[in-house]
């Protein structure tokens, strides 16, 4: 009689594989979320749900103009609780303003073209004298819809656009704390990873334009703009931070010098760049072109190791190839001074010592930002 044997693996090893494939799945579906894509995806999604739940709420209240809540829901939609609340209640003021505003119109002039420039006027100008410039053209364009839309009474109307705009903004705050609930301490870290990212990028192209004289314009000012648009975007995630706004424990919370440190590292390339732009000759950037070559690839990759610790929650990282790049720049320099007794141009000389220091105080302060990686208290330097 012929014996068949049970060539199929254990269940235990079955198990264990299928765990195993679906572990990898979701790390890499983790993975594919944290990415710029993915980012956008989520938010997306967020805005979607947002837009269903609003109507849906809308019709069970039986509103008449359920659009406006679905707008006011998408619109204020943002990344973290905090900036969606500071956008809801921009839209809240403005409408607000604007329905006030479009009611007396209309009651006062009717509907004509006289009274639609008179409110709109009025509105956005009041919204920017009393500081609430981000509701003024909100502000603006509700007081219109009061005046040219409405149809009995306008302030009725008026007194329906801010429960339909407050309804949307509630339905947004719900859908921000319960479905891909981001901190703001998580934004803050891909923020200061992207930053990070694009002061490399810019530093590259000054070291680049110094060392060459061929200085990338229109490229280095589109990665500015970005930059400016990251720290404008990286103070309104401080501000949410210090207000208890993160789920993230304080030890485990980016240190605070991070914000002042990135500004400096900001300013001293900035200031690298200016000394490219006025450059006249290329003494001193040519006789130490090999010392500044390698500091520079020791600072570029060291802002792109923060970058990516930061973002990593990673608690230690070490730069010590910045120090010997720098030490060797500096034993250079001051070899050529002993050595070569020659009347160097003033004004290069003091363009270069210029430009020396900038890059080294940027190298000074990557270092800084590496030790509050592993130290919870830092003590900010000039």
Known sequence: MVKFHNTLPPQDSQTTNQNGGRQIS???????????????????????????????????????????????????????????LILGSQRLIGTGIGAIAG?????????????????????????YYWKFSDAAKIAGYVSELVILTHDQSPWLYAWGRCLETLLGIGIALLINNFVF????????????????????????????????????????????ATILNSLQKMQELWKEVRQGQTREPPDKQVNEAWEFLLGRIWEHILTMEHTVLVQQEDIFWQMLLPQLTQLAQETRSAMLALAD??????????????????????????????????????????RFFTFFNAMEE?????????????????VIGK
């Not at 010590?320 to 320099?333: C, G, H, M, R």
């Not at 940027?362 to 830092?378: C, H, I, P, Y």
């Open 26 to 84: 979701i790390t890499a579906l983790k993975t594919w979320a944290a990415t710029p894509i993915g980012l956008q995806a989520k938010m997306s999604l967020k805005m979607a749900i947002a837009a269903v739940i609003s109507l849906l709420v809308a019709q069970w209240l039986q509103m008449k103009y359920p659009v406006y809540v679905v707008i006011a829901a998408i619109i204020v939609m943002s990344s973290t609780q905090g900036s969606t």
């Open 103 to 127: 009611a007396i119109f209309t009651v006062t002039l009717g509907t004509n073209p006289w009274s639609l420039g008179i409110s709109v006027f009025l509105t956005i100008f009041l919204a």
């Open 181 to 224: 609930p981001a901190c703001a301490g998580v934004e803050l870290r891909y923020c200061l990873s992207q930053t990070l990212i694009s002061l490399e990028q810019f530093y590259g192209l000054v070291v680049d334009g110094a060392l060459t004289e061929n200085y990338e314009h229109p490229k280095a000012d589109t990665i500015k």
């Open 309 to 350: 610790a930061v973002k990593s929650h990673e608690s230690h990282l070490f730069l010590p190839k910045i120090e010997v790049a720098l030490t060797n720049v500096s034993d250079q320099f001051n070899h050529l001074s002993s050595t070569q007794h020659k009347d160097y141009p003033i004004n290069e000389l003091l």
């Open 362 to 378: 940027v190298g000074r302060k990557l270092q800084r930002m590496a030790d509050t990686l592993s130290n919870s208290e830092f």
